[in-house]
Every structure is written in C-alpha cells, then in structure tokens.
C-alpha cells in the first residue's frame, strides 16, 4: 500500500512538471529597453479593463546624477515630445506628467525628474474588439552639469486584462497632479504693482508646515514664466508665492486678462490649477 501512494504521488508530480514546462509563458507588458547615451526608455502595460480605455506608460530610466524635464522645464532645458502616429488601431494616446522636482545649479533653475520617471498613457483604440499595438517615438533631452538630447522607440501590443507593471504603473497615476478649482485650495493670484512686468503675487492654503512648490504656465507652450519664489507675510495656514509676469510671447500685453495653470506640489500630493489673471 505504501509503494502504490509513492507511486502515485511520483506519477502526480511528473504530470506537473510537463504540464509547467508546455504551458505557454505568461506576456511580460513591457517592451525592450531603447538605450541612449545616458539614458533607456520603454512601455509598460497595465490592468485594464474590457471596453475601457487601455492604461500604458512610458518609462525613463536614468543615470545617476542625470534628470530629464518636465512639459514646461523652467529656465533651462526642453520637454519631452510624444509620437504615437506609427502604431496600429491606436485612436487617442494621452500622456500624463507626474508632479515633478525644482533642480537649480549655476545654469538657473529647471523642472523635472531624476533617476528615473514614468509617464501614465491613457490609450483608446480605433476599434476595441481589435488588438492594439502602441508604438512609441520620444525625443527628450537629459542633464547633469551638461545637457543632451536623447531619442527612443518602443513597441508593445496592449490588451484588456491584467498587467504585469501594474504596480509601477499605478503609482506613477497617483503622482499626477489632480485638477481642482482654485477654491478648492484658497489659491488666488493678482497683479500687485503696474510695473513694465508686473508682480504677481499668489496665495495658498497650506496643509501642513512641510515643503511647498508652486509652477506656473502660460495658456501655451510658447510661454516661458519665471518659477514662482516663497515670499514673506503669509498668515497661518497660508503660503505666499510671487513671480515677475515676464516671458509672454511677443504682441501679448502684460497688463492683459488671460488664464494661467499652476501645479501646486506639497509633501505627497500635488494639484492643478487654471485660473483667470485680471
């Protein structure tokens, strides 16, 4: 009886090991890493669900030392451009910046992400009963004491379905800046002096006494403002901030009415704000 219950278990255990070793590889979503100089790229997958928009993401790794930028990198620097034309059944691919760093060194001051970043990608396909296959062009530009331009391409077939860099890809959604209205934060932002360029001081409800940072854009990519400084007289709960209204693209008028969008950064969470500037 007891070489039957030993034979068996042998048969059992041989049966697993054929049906593990002919069983088909579970899909790794993510792509081969594109290497530059100091730098690698790749897309990532994660969980989506069917009839849903699919969730990717584009990964940077970098070296030690070195940062790439965000979509508006301050004084120095150029953001990272996205290109999707080239993939199959791909209707809308939406790229998402995570709350990014304030780095300054004898160059100026410049806005974006050291050792590594992942951007979220909100994909929708031409038609979802069919298969997707995103392929990714980036062009960007890394920097240490120097800066270069860097380029990558990665291709990853994307389905309904859970993802193996969830995880990663998760965390990278949470650190996108949530939209709020300017109420919901006290934000305010007004003219303070009718200068050639204008001060403009910003107002904010703090949560906490941690570390706050305040980034500001111009209604398009041709804006170039100066990164808001901390400024003195803040009353408790609240945090002052002000920047020269300089950088404007040419014929647009200072003392003009337009919006501006700020991305508020503090501790762990962060948000985005457009308001109007009268």
């Not at 255990?13 to 790229?41: C, G, I, M, Y």
């Not at 590594?116 to 396909?125: Q, S, Y």
């Not at 003009?256 to 985005?272: H, I, Q």
């Amino acid at each position: 009886m007891k070489f039957d219950r030993c034979h068996a278990a042998l048969w059992a255990a041989a049966f697993l090991l054929v049906t593990l070793q002919h069983a088909p590889a579970r899909a790794e979503n993510a792509s081969a890493w594109s290497q530059d100089t100091k730098s690698a790229v790749r897309l990532i997958g994660g969980t989506s669900k069917s009839g849903a928009p699919l969730r990717a993401g584009i990964e940077i790794k970098l070296q030690p030392g070195w940062h790439t930028y965000w979509r508006y990198p301050g004084d120095a620097g150029v953001p990272p451009r996205f290109d999707f034309s080239g993939s199959d059944n791909v209707k809308l691919a939406t790229v998402s910046f995570p709350a990014p760093h304030l780095f300054t060194d004898e160059t100026g001051s410049s806005i974006g992400y050291k050792d590594g970043v992942i951007f979220p990608v909100t994909i929708v396909a031409k038609d979802p009963a069919r298969p997707v296959n995103a392929r990714l062009k980036i062009e960007y530009a890394v920097c240490e004491k120097m800066c270069i331009p860097a380029e990558g391409k990665a291709e990853l077939a994307i389905a309904p379905g859970p993802g193996t860099e969830d995880t990663a890809l998760t965390e990278a959604e949470a650190r996108v800046p949530k939209k709020v209205s300017a109420a919901d934060i006290g934000l305010t932002a007004r003219r303070v002096n009718d200068a050639a360029k204008p001060l403009v001081a910003i107002d904010v409800i703090a949560r906490d006494q941690g570390p706050m940072q305040i980034f500001v854009e111009g209604p398009g990519p041709e804006w170039a403002l100066p990164i808001p400084k901390p400024a003195p007289g803040a009353p408790t709960g609240h945090r002052h901030f002000a920047f020269d209204l300089d950088g404007l693209p040419p014929g647009v008028s200072p003392k003009g009415s337009f919006d501006l969008t700020f991305t508020v950064v503090e501790g762990g969470r962060a948000m985005e704000v457009t308001t109007h500037l009268d």
